[in-house]
């Protein structure tokens, strides 16, 4: 077995996850269904890779996500911290506390009431139909998804272990001023609250016979990014041979210009203390989250709100779920094909190869993929670029499936004559599409049919299709290593010198009041730097120290 642990920290990053998670149960229900395409039934892909099994203390047997989540209290609306299957925790009552004699004002906040969907969803498992729930339709839930999630739980269709939800303790969410890197700073270390993450994370590692890696996912647009530091730091203490994914991601909403000179300061600084913190921390970090995705290239396919996370996240989690799927492919190399999936890799050969050291195949993908790393150079000609590629459920033009075989022919035979190429490539494929769960939202435009497939003319009706209307999609993504990811990091170095680092910085007593010393913001522009220099070894950006 090659265990993966996930780890989810914030918010934004909880919600990505919940759709990561609905794709995998979508993709497990579809393995029974009798009557679903042979795709999803192929042995090639395996989920014990991501979910644990159990048992509870009736008996009853449970299979939930190797997951850590961690987010603010309250962050988690209806569903208790104890998850939904393990019911047996007991509750506190600080009323029976022996040592106290005087009296106990007991205040209980009301619990967040269920939405439409999930009490049907729960109504379900319990095998309990009533005539109102015969009268819900799939439209009403639906609907109700599309108007009412307010949390990452609202859609999410998994359970959960009870070591898997951490709220931290003294931090509500929806409050203010958890925008910035030096509010959570401490949060990890002080109190219990670090010791309590390391627990449950340890939980998840201890039980694997050959963990292969943790894909870290973490809200960088506020407090929670110093939180995923010092957890990380942890990490690679305690867990040295296991590499780390880190993908460090952020919602629109996250992007709005401050209103003061103040407030874009520390939007500046924040930014680049925590790109410099975070990356030095894993083997290899994905900055996700575009300032708007209703106004990208992916607009032409797509029907977005950028003020809804339910929206936003969906494409993240769609990305990750295909950049992942590699390493869940039941087979023992790259070379080594079957009729469902090509290309199995695990993390650490992803790792490897992305950083210049891994095996090298000669392969290439139309540049018709859109990027979803905010403030990247466009058109760049990279000749050293290192690309990891994962094409899921492929068709033709005229709907029908393209089999492995055609899709690796068909990317080499594109490309065999192009005049530029990257370094090296490889391509991971598999038969099985994504699966669109009933909790997705409708996001995809009108030209896009019931399998994902392009139509000529639009659907006439909404603007906007969801699950009701499109059951798949085939997907690719890709990671790359490549120096069109230069201006990003420039521009995190350029803001920490000249808001952080030079005589007279307007930042410089904001940064100390985030705790850091000149000799550690010092190291932070030399960690840039030195980023800089290895992909433009020719740039005119000098080392702080020079």
């Known amino acids: 077995m090659r265990e993966i642990v996930t780890i989810q920290v914030g918010d934004f990053a909880n919600f990505i996850g919940s759709h990561f998670w609905n794709f995998q149960d979508e993709l497990l229900g579809l393995a029974e269904e009798p009557h679903a395409d042979q795709a999803y039934k192929n042995q090639s892909l395996d989920t014990d890779v991501l979910f644990r099994a159990g048992e509870t203390q009736q008996g009853t047997l449970t299979y939930t996500p190797r997951l850590v989540s961690i987010g603010l209290q309250g962050s988690l609306g209806s569903l208790s911290s104890h998850g939904s299957i393990y019911n047996d925790v007991p509750s506190y009552d600080p009323s029976h506390v022996a040592t106290w004699e005087g009296n106990v004002t007991k205040q209980v906040a009301q619990p967040h009431k269920k939405n439409l969907f999930l009490q049907s969803l729960y109504k379900e498992e319990l095998h309990q139909p009533t005539p109102s729930t015969n009268e819900i339709k799939d439209e009403d ?327 009701l209307d499109v059951h798949s999609i085939p997907i690719a993504a890709r990671l790359r290593s490549s120096s069109a990811v230069l201006p990003f990091i420039e521009k995190r170095l350029g803001h920490l010198r000249k808001f952080g680092i030079e005589r007279g910085a307007a930042g410089a007593q904001l940064l100390r009041s985030w705790g850091f010393e000149n000799d550690e913001v010092g190291d932070m522009g030399e960690t840039l730097s030195k980023m800089v220099m290895s992909l433009d070894p020719y740039s005119q950006v000098s080392s702080d120290s020079d």
Not at 154 to 169: A, M, T
Not at 279 to 295: A, E, N
Not at 302 to 307: G, N, T
């Open 141 to 467: 839930l639906v609907k109700c998804l599309e108007n009412d999630v307010q949390y990452w739980t609202d859609f999410s269709k998994v359970h959960y272990h009870p070591q898997s939800l951490y709220e931290v303790s003294g931090l509500f969410t929806g409050i203010q001023g958890f925008d910035n890197y030096g509010i959570g700073k401490d949060v990890f270390s002080k109190g219990p609250c670090g010791e309590e993450m390391n627990e449950r994370l340890r939980f998840f590692v201890e039980e694997c016979d050959h963990i292969q890696g943790i894909q870290f996912v973490v809200d960088d647009s506020g407090g929670f990014s110093s939180v995923a530091a010092d957890f990380l730091e942890n990490i690679a203490d305690e867990y040295t041979n296991t590499p780390v994914m880190l993908y460090s991601a952020r919602g629109p909403g996250t992007y709005m210009n401050p209103l003061s000179q103040k407030g874009s300061i520390s939007r500046a600084l924040h930014d680049a203390v925590s790109f410099s913190r975070l990356s030095p921390l894993c083997k290899l970090i994905v900055p996700i989250g575009l300032p708007s995705l209703s106004t990208s290239k992916v607009s032409s396919f797509l029907c977005i709100k950028d003020a809804k996370p339910f929206h936003c996240s969906a494409v993240y989690a769609a990305a990750l779920h295909s950049i992942t799927t590699p390493f869940r492919m039941g087979l023992p190399g790259p070379t080594v094909d079957s009729e469902y999936v090509t290309g199995s890799m695990d993390v650490s050969g992803i790792v490897s190869m992305l950083t210049g050291q891994g095996v090298r195949s000669q392969l290439n993908f139309p540049e018709s993929l859109y990027s979803l790393t905010p403030e990247i150079a466009v058109d760049v000609e990279d000749l050293e670029a290192i690309e990891f590629m994962t094409i899921l459920g492929a068709l033709h033009s005229g709907g029908k499936q393209a089999s492995i075989l055609e899709v690796k022919d068909s990317i080499v035979s594109t490309y065999e004559n192009a005049v530029t190429r990257p370094r090296f490539c490889h391509l991971s494929a598999s038969l099985c599409p994504l699966p669109v769960p009933l909790p997705f939202p409708s996001i995809f435009g009108n030209h896009v049919g019931q399998r994902g497939e392009l139509l000529q003319n639009p659907i006439p009706g909404s603007k906007s299709r969801g699950s």
